[in-house]
């Protein structure tokens, strides 16, 4: 590959990794992702990552905070619903069994 070539190759792969940022994704996501549908090595994406969060920490700190506390949210709000159907259906049993104990008093 030539200079120019690799440039372009280089500009593209940076390309495909912003477009997997703006999905949310992680390095490896974006690893595995653009090595199945593009057929780039890992490698290849992993070092182009890296350059790039060397020259914007910044965003690449609030990014990764950013994913960190939507995966907390997402972890809090599963946590939430199995806790919330977890007391109704206790609710439900209790209901059932209540209405088990009525039927046999009949």
Same mark, same amino acid.
Not at 14 to 32: A, S, V
């Given at each position: +590959? ?9 500009? +593209? ?5 912003? @477009? ?5 994704? /992680?390095?490896? #996501?974006? +690893? @595995? ?5 593009? &057929?780039? %090595?890992?490698?290849? =994406?992993? /070092?182009?990552? %890296? #350059?790039?969060?060397? #020259? &914007? %920490? ?5 990014? /990764? &905070?950013?994913? @960190?506390?939507?995966? @907390?949210?997402? =972890?809090?709000? %599963?946590?939430?619903?199995?806790? +919330? ?8 049993? !209790?209901?059932?069994?209540?209405? !088990? /104990? !009525?039927?046999?008093?009949?």
């Amino acid at each position: +590959m030539g200079d120019s070539s690799s440039a372009s190759y280089i500009h +593209m792969v940076h390309h495909l990794i912003e @477009e997997c940022i703006i999905f949310n994704t /992680t390095r490896e #996501e974006c +690893m @595995e992702a653009l090595s199945k549908h593009a &057929n780039i %090595k890992p490698i290849i =994406t992993s /070092t182009v990552w %890296k #350059e790039l969060e060397k #020259e &914007n %920490k910044e965003f690449f700190e609030a990014y /990764t &905070n950013s994913r @960190e506390a939507a995966r @907390e949210s997402k =972890t809090e709000r %599963k946590q939430r619903i199995q806790k +919330m159907l977890s007391g109704h259906l206790s609710q439900a049993d !209790t209901d059932e069994s209540s209405c !088990t /104990t !009525t039927e046999s008093d009949d």
